[in-house]
Structures are given as C-alpha cells and as structure tokens.
C-alpha cells in the first residue's frame, strides 16, 4: 500500500495567485492541489489536500488524520507564528509532520520570520515556491521508504 498524505492549509492560501504574488507567487492553490493530485497518482500514494481559515477546522482534521494519515504536510500560514492549538494536536499525532512555506520564512519581516510549528515538525521546507509541495510530498514518500522503485535511486534513497 502507497503512502497516506494529508496535505493542510491554513488561513487565506485560498487567496494564491492574487494575494501579495511578490511574495507568493501567481500559482492559485487549485494548481497546487492538481499537481499535488497528479503526483501522488504517480507514487502510488493517497492524498488528502485542504484548506481552511479556521483554526479550530485544521485542529479537527488533524485529530481525524490519527490512525488513517502516514505524513501530515501542512503549510500553516499566519497560525505559524500563533496557534498552539495547531501545535498541541500535531503533538497527538504519531506520524512525521513536514513544515511548508512558499516563501522562505527565515528572510521576511520578524513578524513572519519565526514559526510556533516548526518545533512539532520533523522537517521545514520553505522558500521554494509551489514546488515545495512536490518536494514535500517525495519527501513524505521516501520517510515511508514508499516512493515506486521504477524512480531512479538517487531519488528514492538519496545518499548513502
């Protein structure tokens, strides 16, 4: 069986592609979710892709995620720097957790410089736009060591 992904979104991703696009870029998050859709196809793994402004929604579908999710990815947005809520339900949950940002966290403004989140996650990806989610999703992949084994193997075991 393929890797089950759950792939989270938080408050005003649902604005992508008109909102601050110097920042976010011009890639609407319907694009993200159809090549995020497409690409797990390819992997042979199950993907779950949502969105929500709510804090208490995303603390829910995390809770759920218990027992039928491998990997949370979740791009947390402005519940980054604020949500303990987030950060307390990511605690329950027994899998690995990837971090993501579109931009690159870490050379913004200090009210978006330092995420909460970042402490639960196994690791961080940010700045590398609309692909960061493809990336993430390979990454979820291979820490499941689930990635097709016609990938090549740099890719599927990376280094050794």
Known sequence: MGARLMILNGPNLNLLGVREPHIYGTTTLDAIAASCKAFAQHIGATLDFRQSNHEGELVELIQAARGTIDVIIINPAGFSFTSIAIIDALRSFAGPVIELHLSNIHARDELHRHSQISATAKAVICGL???????????????????????????RVGPR
């Open 129 to 155: 736009g609309a692909y960061g989610y493809i990336l993430a999703m390979q990454a979820a992949a291979q820490m499941l060591s689930a990635l097709p084994a016609q990938m090549p193997e740099p890719m």
